[in-house]
């Protein structure tokens, strides 16, 4: 794959985020009236503070084209993914209990599946699918062995999905 180099790097500056997380819902696509294609993933990252606060970050991830179409059959809700791409200046907004939130954008340029944190479901998918289809589906990205470092990403609950 090809990075666009100058999303990257624009007069000496660069804005790249690397993410990895759980997808919280399958993902969705729509075209726009000019005909492009857009899908749109939403993430949910974990950060620790100290020893015991857990929070979650929810990302959302655009990918105009057809870039990773080869992917996305395989992108379910829960499925441990990681994105590099381009971070988007935040949106702020009400949600409807009233209450502010921020909604943080990325354009993906680069996404694979993370070893990390599988869910049963991805397990049994991947199981079923061609071998290694699943784990060698990335775009300009080194992939793992089935198996390697398992858990390190928690899952999530879906309680905690804000949409």
Known sequence: MAVHKQSLILGGEMNQITIGGHLGADPEVRFTSSGQKVTTLRV???TRRGSNKEDT???RVTIWGEQF????????KGSSIIVLGELSKPEIFTDREGHPQVSMNITAYQIQFSPFGRTEREKESSASATPGMAETATVGAQSLEKGQGEGAFPAFN???IPF
């Open 57 to 59: 970050i929810w990302w």
């Open 44 to 46: 949910a990252a974990k």
């Open 158 to 160: 879906e309680d905690e």
């Open 69 to 76: 179409d080869k992917m996305i059959p395989y992108f379910k």
